[in-house]
């Protein structure tokens, strides 16, 4: 038996005990060529090779023209994307240079270095030069009406072939969850009762991939990802959608983590050995593309910002946004899956326009913001059967007020988060009466607020909360808490009422009227938002379309203790049920 001691100085850390001592892989990575030869700056320039997976992370690998480095667009196991610097036009080298390791199973590392220069050069083209080869069609932005989108377009005018991920045998990982079912309720907050439900209802191998869509974001045309999780057997399946959770860490996103996860997928045991801080995100994903066994076709789209778009600032609790990234998800989904007939086993996979939707905490914000999106729409492309959605902050200048008004918030980086979202969204520095930063948050913490969000930090909203702290007499400005307790414009203050306004812009209470059943779930003890916030919606949407909302309170919930409970719960109690009644029928 070895332990294994990091050491730290005069220090040491005991990690954990291992029968076999490290042994280290020496892989090599080879670069083989690039595409196009000649581009202008900020186009994207595709370097081909093999095991280039291994350099994940731009910090690990970099990508020079002469000596400018560029900028790291995405990655895959046999090519790297990079954008060309703001470099004069010209000949320059390529240059690609990096080292790193790769901690596997069985105490094996992986180390690779690489040191490459091309011998083609790399030609810079002015701005204004066009070749014929060059010319692209004008790409339709996707608009608020679905129905006159083609589903055929979103996949293909991305301009990328979706990547397999993993595959995964029904048996085993239903064997697996049998065995470990208690581990997964007692550190999940899933009951006993729902999770054997969950594990029995698993009976279809499936195939897991990452693919990319297009979608537009404030007039821009966006190329961003997602994950599709498909049964392996014949059928023409309804669509699940699951939005997901509050992340600010680009390594959190759906695609992002079960890709670095890949071996998860279809053998679970390896969840045992994940570092503690993936665990959260790789278990919402990780549940919700198992859901694909109960014979369904799950989607989980990365928001704008994450993914392949984590160029972008995140549109946080902005609500067309969020709606329309996530509609255009689901629509690219049903291309998908015929472009995958083609390629899976020769199996006749089919999606049908039933789809389901279900989230939580943000992601049961996404959840009602896309049915009132289809609802306003009337998409003729998609059917809503039913929406699931916990904890999410609905009506946001109700929840705002009552989260404002408190001394003491332990979810600090939430406002942070929305602040910032709408700061840039809306321009709110310019005009003629600029809203600060300092406006809102006080120092020394709006100095440094915009940093924490920094995407190369990937830093995580724990570690956000702890640098902004809980104390909000401390940490925000007290005009705006003060002004915003107002309940008239004049004692409120212009720059209150212009935020109260932008609030209430992106809430889900503006009098829209819900055809599909809603299902709201909510823990009685959230810290974090409060459950007047879906006792909010209920009433309002209740009035508007009686029998349709339904709310269920948990006893004790705590926000995020009960989050995969609601997923798993939510599925089993409400959405799986449906699927059956509707395969009966």
């Not at 208690?182 to 550190?187: E, H, L, N, R």
């Amino acid at each position: 038996m070895f332990i294994r001691v990091l050491f730290l100085g005069s220090g040491f850390l005991l990690l954990f005990s291992c029968v076999e001592p490290l042994r280290t892989n020496e892989v090599d990575i080879t670069l083989t060529d690039f595409n196009p030869k000649e581009a202008k700056v900020g186009s994207e320039i595709t370097i081909s090779g093999t095991q280039l997976k291994l350099t994940e992370g731009t910090s690990r690998v970099m990508v020079f023209f002469g000596d400018e480095r560029a900028k790291f667009v995405s990655l895959s196991q046999t090519a790297l994307v990079v954008e060309v610097p703001e470099i004069a036009e010209g000949l320059y080298d390529l240059r690609v240079e990096g080292s790193g390791t790769e901690e596997l199973e069985n105490d094996v590392v992986n180390m690779w270095d690489v040191k490459h220069v091309f011998e083609d050069k790399f030609k810079v083209i002015p701005v204004g030069e066009e070749d014929d080869d060059d010319e692209e069609e004008e790409l339709t932005p996707s608009t608020l009406d679905t129905s006159t989108q083609t589903v055929d377009r979103l996949v293909l005018e991305a301009g990328r072939s979706p990547e397999l991920v993993a595959r995964a045998s029904a048996d085993h990982v239903r064997g697996f969850l049998e065995a470990t079912g208690s581990i997964f309720s007692s550190q999940l907050g899933v009951s006993a009762g729902d999770f054997e439900s969950y594990v029995r209802s698993l009976t279809h191998d499936i195939a897991v991939y990452r693919y990319e869509y297009k979608t537009t974001y404030l007039e821009e045309d966006l190329v961003v990802s997602g994950v599709i999780s498909v049964p392996l057997t014949a059928g023409n399946y309804p669509i699940l959608s699951h939005q997901n959770h509050t992340i600010t860490s680009n390594r959190d996103a759906p695609s992002v983590v079960l890709d670095n996860h890949s071996k998860v997928i279809s053998a679970p045991a390896d969840l045992l050995q994940v570092p503690s801080q993936a665990v959260a995100a790789l278990s919402s994903s990780l549940l919700s593309v198992y859901m694909a066994m109960a014979g369904l076709v799950v989607v989980i789209p990365d928001y704008i910002g994450f993914g392949s778009s984590r160029d972008k600032f995140h549109p946080y609790y902005l609500r067309d946004p969020t709606a329309r990234t996530v509609v255009d998800g689901i629509l690219a989904a049903h291309e998908l899956v015929d472009v995958l007939d083609d390629t899976i086993d020769s199996i006749q996979i089919d999606a049908s326009k039933d789809l389901y939707l279900m989230g939580y905490s943000q992601g049961g914000f996404s959840t009602i913001a896309v049915q009132r999106f289809l609802r306003k729409t009337e998409s003729g492309n998609l059917d809503l059967k039913m929406a699931v959605a916990g904890a999410g902050g609905y009506d946001l200048s109700f929840v705002g007020r009552d989260i404002l008004a408190r001394d003491m918030y332990t979810g600090p980086a939430f406002l942070a988060y929305l602040f910032l979202s709408y700061f840039k969204r809306y321009n709110l520095s310019e005009g003629d009466d600029p809203f600060l930063v300092t406006d809102l948050f006080q120092e020394p913490y709006a100095s440094k607020l915009e940093s924490l969000f920094d995407p190369t930090l990937n830093l995580s909203i724990a570690q956000i909360n702890t640098e902004l702290g809980t104390d909000l007499s401390k940490l925000l400005n007290p005009d705006f808490r003060r002004g915003i307790q107002e309940s008239t414009p004049e004692a409120q203050g212009p720059k209150v009422v212009r935020f109260l306004k932008l609030l209430e812009d992106n809430s889900l209470t503006d009098g829209w009227t819900p055809k599909a059943p809603l299902i709201l779930y909510h823990g009685e003890q959230d810290e974090v938002l409060p459950i007047s916030s879906s006792q909010r919606v209920f009433e309002v949407l209740n009035s508007l379309a009686p029998g349709k909302i339904s709310f269920n309170k948990i006893p004790k919930g705590l926000h995020a203790r009960i989050g995969v409970s609601v997923l798993v719960g939510g599925f089993v109690r409400n959405i799986l049920p449906t699927v059956r009644e509707r395969i009966q029928n």
